[in-house]
């Protein structure tokens, strides 16, 4: 479990614990990880560092799956699924996007990897081909809505550039900007409208 000192990787190693799973959690700080749940598998606490290789390495021999929440994915690339896949492992990454599938796809070779285990993109590309394969026919258009309320990690602090202003208050990674838009109210067609989900 790679950034399980982030917001994610913290709430997935619970869960893989509670479940039974031995996991090695991989952080920059691993004192500073919480414990194992009660009635849990162990958590091994692990330090590493994804820009070194060597402890990178390390760290991913002798797993069976190298679940990655480290971000942001943009910047780290294929690199953690290599490594996995070096030492024989399966990859699962929280995050994902057509970049980062053509570069896992190019360094798993035979081993599995699963992408985008988030909800956004994650359940956002499962949902609609599992309902377009319920169609009698491919559909030739989707439209869906997405809103979220979810908190994330902030990024490492070595990531972190000042923001410009009229930029949101959450840190942002160095030669990126992100805006802040107050949430709208969405809303559905009305029934009968010629406007449906799945066309």
Same mark, same amino acid.
């Given at each position: ?35 194992? $749940? $009660? ?114 990690? $902030? ?45």
């Amino acid at each position: 479990m790679l950034g399980a000192g982030g917001a994610v990787g913290r709430v997935v190693t619970a869960r893989l614990a509670t479940a039974g799973h031995p996991v090695r959690a991989g952080a920059r700080k691993p004192a500073e990880l919480p414990p194992a $749940p $009660p009635g849990g598998s162990p958590v091994d606490r692990v330090p590493v560092d994804i820009d070194d290789p060597a402890t990178l390495h390390r760290f991913c021999d002798g797993c069976a799956v190298v679940v990655n929440c480290a971000g942001p994915a943009v910047r780290i690339g294929a690199r953690v699924a290599a490594a996995a896949t070096a030492t024989g492992a399966d990859y699962v990454d929280a995050a994902g996007d057509a970049a980062l599938a053509e570069a896992v796809g190019e360094v798993c070779g035979d081993r599995r990897a699963v992408l985008s285990a988030g909800l956004s993109p994650g359940l956002s590309e499962l949902l609609p081909r599992y309902l377009a394969g319920c169609l009698p026919a491919p559909p030739h258009r989707l439209t869906g809505w997405h809103a979220s309320r979810d908190r994330f990690a $902030p990024p490492p602090r070595s990531t972190i550039s000042p923001r410009p202003p009229g930029t949101s208050a959450w840190p942002v990674a160095r030669g990126a900007t992100a805006r802040w838009s107050p949430p709208r109210p969405l809303r559905s067609p009305p029934p009968g409208s010629r406007s449906s989900p799945i066309r």
